[in-house]
């Protein structure tokens, strides 16, 4: 992984405004497939920044490079045509189709009709929307969070290397907001795009960065992890902007893997109870989770549960919605475990397999540590 995208002492000062620098010699580096989040009060600079990315605003002096080539040596239309941009409002055109919306840049570029059919099937299912039930549809028949979806789409039509996404959930209510964030970081996971985003959110920045740019009157205060920003900030301002509940935030950045308790006490729910009785005596479990022939839950038993009458486990078991995917936040997990009735959260794959469980304690430990 190399870098991608360099500011080197970029300055931005606009015309009868020449005391004050809107950008004041910034410079980062922001590594292939990373999300670097531009955050910080209102007029800190963090939008200009990001659109000298594209040349919508020019810079006054300073460099910045895309893939190691000076932005201002390139043709402005072609530099903008090979950035994706995605924008807090969309900008659907209403007298396109969905399909047509996508592909707007791809015929730009003059590609054929049939690659341009592939890359929008392709993206419609990447952002969870099925071509055959809406590349035909106009945007006025989307919710809000479909038509953002669509706006994500089409900034990444023609794979740039390369991606600007200006507020993108900043219009969406609180709950489709935490649903898109969420489903715009498995998207991520998957295509690992080179991603600028403005927010004037720090628990979006947290969220949503590989880095985090932290602004202060064009200046920059600190640029991080958003890991190293919450346990290590560079002085007052940094802590105060990023919340005195610090450690709160950090479980939304860890996921429950990094806390799990592998290989749980399980038993098949076709076992005869007095075995699973056994297991339990056996191991000084308090309780056994119950799974099928392919490991996945269908349950858990207790002592009360063995009190039942009934030949098999699957007779006895107790249903529970006590359970998420490793790959959910610690933040989740907790909020799981203090909602049931549990003292643990069982912890499966993609497959719905047990593969662990979560205690308390152990994200007690992960954040001492």
Partial sequence: MGTMLSFKEVTKIYPGAEHIKAINELSFDLEDGEICTLVGPSG???STAMKMVNRLIPMTSGKILIDGQNIDRLNTIEL???????????????????GENIAIIPKMKGWDEGRIKERVETLLDIVNLPAEEYIDRYPRELSGGQQQ??????????????????EPFGAIDPINRDHLQNEFL?????????????????????????????????????????????????????????????????????TIRTAIRPDPPVVLETEKSATAGTIMTETGAKHLITVDSEG???????????????????????????????????????????????EFL????????????????????????
């Fill in 44 to 46: 800190c600079g963090k």
């Fill in 80 to 98: 903008r045509r090979g950035i994706g941009y995605v924008i807090q409002n969309i900008g659907l055109f209403p007298n396109m189709t969905i």
């Fill in 149 to 166: 979806r669509i706006g994500v789409a089409r900034g990444m039509a023609i794979d740039p290397p390369v991606m600007l996404m200006d």
């Fill in 186 to 254: 498995k998207i991520q996971a998957k295509l690992k795009k080179t991603i600028v985003f403005v927010t004037h959110d720090i628990d979006e920045a947290i969220k949503m960065g590989d880095k985090v740019c932290l602004l202060k009157d064009g200046k920059l205060v600190q640029f991080a992890s958003p890991e190293k920003m919450l346990t290590e900030p560079a002085n007052d301002f940094v802590r105060d902007f990023v919340g005195g509940d610090r450690t709160l935030k950090r479980l939304n950045l860890l």
């Fill in 296 to 342: 996945r839950l269908t349950g858990y038993i207790d002592h009360e549960a063995l009190k039942k009458d009934g030949e098999t486990v699957e007779q006895i078991k107790c249903e529970t919605e006590a359970f998420l995917p490793d790959t959910s936040s610690l933040k989740d997990g907790l909020s799981e475990i203090f909602s049931h009735d549990l």
């Fill in 346 to 369: 069982i912890v499966l794959d993609d497959s719905k397999r047990v593969i662990g469980t979560l205690y308390t304690d152990d994200i007690k430990k992960i954040l001492r540590g």
